[in-house]
């Protein structure tokens, strides 16, 4: 069964304007709310912002939208105000990119639910734990998600699938 937010994806193409307008408002609020959040001790760390829109921006819009969202998003907070650190990069752009995919795949293929959120959220979490443990070799390091970002995590799936079903016919 094909849902309406997968039919969305098609108007979102590279040769669209509408790709660029909705990849900048998701960049944009991907740059908004992390400062906020940083304005709290450890409120990147817990909270995961850098994620949400790009879970929002790739759910509703496709891969596409999703990617330019995952990429800049991270690259552009780091440029402007050095968060995340250039050393956490490689991790949160696998993350960001694993998630994007994983979210528009998801949108395409499942019926809109709480529980296709998780799955997206899930995903980039296995994808994103596993590439931190090759990369540091620490398991605790590349649990640190889930240890100290689980209000972020809660927050991406239940407040993505809010948001998402707030402007599920925008």
């Not at 959040?37 to 850098?50: A, D, R, V």
């Not at 528009?104 to 979490?125: D, E, G, H, K």
Request: hydrophobic fraction near 55%.
């Amino acid at each position: 069964m094909t849902s309406i937010l997968a039919l969305e994806h098609r108007k979102y193409g590279f040769s669209s304007y509408r790709t660029y307008i909705a990849a900048g408002l998701f960049i944009v609020c991907n740059i908004v709310v992390p400062q906020l959040c940083h304005l709290i001790p450890s409120g990147g760390l817990m909270f995961l912002p850098i994620y949400f829109f790009t879970l929002i921006g790739a759910y509703k819009c496709g891969w596409k939208v999703g990617l330019l969202t995952a990429v800049l998003s991270p690259l552009v907070n780091c440029a402007l105000f050095g968060m995340p650190p250039v050393a956490s990069l490689p991790a949160i752009l696998v993350k960001s990119i694993s998630l994007a995919v994983a979210a528009a795949f998801i949108a395409r293929r499942m019926r809109f639910s709480i529980l296709s959120v998780a799955l997206a959220v899930l995903t980039y979490q296995v994808i994103g734990m596993t590439f931190e443990f090759i990369m540091t070799g620490d398991f605790l390091y590349a649990l640190q998600d889930v240890r100290i970002g689980w209000p972020g995590i809660a927050i991406q799936i239940v407040g993505g699938w809010a948001l998402l079903k707030a402007i599920e016919k925008w």
